[in-house]
């Protein structure tokens, strides 16, 4: 006889988090929505991983593989999933118990939806905390509203990144028709699936707090944690995946034109940040590309003023 498939499969993707990798499981198997299955994939953790999940076995499906990274990690989640939907969360994140109660329940109002984000709680490791949709700046699209469905979300997506995976559910079928995770992109590697899966159909938002994301101090350091320190690299990534969407056949020209405008702003500020190191040349080099991508005054102000002596030029 075999077991009717859940609605829901979680996938935690985990790598040397001993010490915070329960708590995340925990926050699931505490959840108020019973219809899910939990998958935990170890990406070759050379701490205690293994022993701290022992005392899971019956209420989670472990997967051991070699080291390949988290996109890997992920893809191989979504391989041994079953469920309709696909629920991510990082091994050093939590769920507040009413989060897969929440998102179901907005998905069976609307029809056709391929993901949706609820806001949540990001804490700094310095103690500070801000909502997320506050960092993203999405807040003022709800305009007092609980809910916000973007019908054709593409260009939204890219416009308001960061997203938090943590935070976003997908529909599995509409994550697998884009292709998964891209396991070449070790930053921002949760855009470019949010990107792909935006061309497919409507994206839905809830505005309330409804996971706890953390920056946490850890002897293997994140990448997203190293991404903060060389701004300049996190920049360069996400221009390459810029690039790489542009190259998808399906883009409509609005969605085109969206994409150059980000693409455009984010070269401007590698050339800002280029511009502090001295080198005013490549700084120039970075506005010219920002202008020849999407001309804009602010492209053209940036380029013409990286002519001017030091003093002139803006930081």
Known sequence: ??????????????????????????????????????????????????????????????????????????????????????????????????????????????????????????????????TYFEINRTTAAFKGKDYLLVEEPFSFVITHGPWQLGSTIFRRDAATKAGLFDPNLTLSEDLDLMARVALQGPFGMINEELANIYRRNESTESLTRRAEKDQLKARESDQRIYQKLKL???????????????????????????????NKKAARDCYKHALLIDPSIKSIAKYVLSYLPNKATPA
């Open 1 to 130: 006889m075999i077991d009717e498939a859940p609605l829901v499969s979680v996938v935690i993707p985990t790598y040397n988090r001993s010490a915070f990798v329960t708590k995340a499981i925990d926050s699931v198997l505490n959840q108020v929505f019973g219809d899910y299955e939990l998958i935990v994939v170890d990406d070759g953790s050379t701490d205690d991983t293994k022993g701290q999940l022992d005392k899971y076995q019956g209420k989670i499906r472990y997967i051991y593989q070699d080291n390949h990274g988290v996109s890997a990690a992920r893809n191989t989640g979504i391989t041994a999933s079953r469920g309709e939907w696909l629920a991510f969360l990082d091994s050093d994140d939590e769920w507040r118990p009413n989060y897969l109660a929440k998102q179901i329940g907005q998905t069976k109002k609307y029809a056709g939806l391929c993901m949706q984000s609820t806001n949540c709680v990001f804490t700094s490791l310095d103690g500070d905390s801000r």
């Open 248 to 278: 998808l056949p399906s883009l409509r020209y609005g969605e085109r034109k969206a994409l150059n405008r980000v693409m455009s702003a984010n070269e401007r500020a590698m050339g800002n940040l280029v511009l502090q190191t001295g």
